[in-house]
């Protein structure tokens, strides 16, 4: 079982707008500013999407977006597309014995 | 362009060994951290270790001390994983990540090598 919990599965219709919540069980990510995102299509390497919450690196759309509030981080991905389908980690620095915890992944489905 | 190539990869029996490579190319190695990652089939991310630039400084997740040790050469810009008495649940692709400061973010990752336990 991961220590960030995410939604198994979401789902969104092309051009619209889908949330992947991210939770922590401590205080990881209500006491960092080090949460990062992850999309990876099926037999590829994971690609840093966000990090550091809310910073996009060079190249990614300005589609997708980062938050968080308390313990839990938020990727906001807008006018979805069908190259979004994909699997999403979030990923957060953690004070535990293991400095970098990821969530269970999230399965993104566009409709 | 940037590009991390891991390599080493195979079949090994439980409580085996095996040292995995990673070859890197397009920027300057010895100015960033590395951390190691793998995925069971079918399943999520594990970060497993990091190392800072020098190799003075070494992480490693819970799963993988004592039985796991990463290095690097920067003369050969390369980073290995040994991995030692190897077990069933150790099996995963290793992807070998740049960290972009600090842990707080990997980029970019290279394409992965699988490691497979099983008698």
């Known amino acids: 079982q991961s220590a960030l919990t995410q939604p198994a599965s979401v789902s969104g219709s092309p051009g619209q707008s889908i949330t992947i919540s991210c939770t922590g069980t401590?205080?990881?990510?209500?006491?960092?500013?080090?949460v990062s995102w992850y999309q990876q299509h099926p037999g590829k390497a994971p690609k840093l999407m966000i990090y550091?919450?809310?910073t996009r690196p060079s190249g990614v759309s300005n589609r997708f977006s980062g938050s968080k509030s308390g313990n839990t981080a938020s990727l906001t991905i807008s006018g979805l597309q069908a190259e979004d389908e994909a699997d999403y980690y979030c990923?957060?620095?953690?004070?535990?014995?293991?400095?970098?915890?990821f969530g269970g992944g999230t399965k993104l489905t566009v409709l | 362009q940037v590009q991390l190539v891991e390599s080493g990869g195979g079949l090994v029996k439980p409580g085996g060994s095996l040292r995995l490579s990673c070859g890197a190319s397009g920027f300057s190695f010895s100015d960033y951290y590395m951390s190691w990652v793998r995925q069971a089939p079918g399943k999520g991310l594990e970060w497993i270790s990091y190392i800072s630039t020098s190799g003075s400084t070494i992480y490693y997740a819970d799963s993988v001390r004592g039985r796991f040790t990463i290095s690097r050469d920067n003369a050969k810009n390369s980073l290995h994983l040994q991995m030692n008495s190897l077990r069933a649940e150790d099996t995963a692709v290793y992807y070998c990540a740049r960290d972009i400061g600090m842990l707080r973010g990997l980029d970019p990752w290279g394409q992965g090598t699988l490691v497979t336990v099983s008698s």
């Open positions: 990923s957060s620095y953690s004070t535990s014995g293991t400095l970098v915890l």
């Open positions: 401590g205080g990881e990510i209500g006491g960092f500013f080090y």
């Open positions: 550091d919450v809310t």
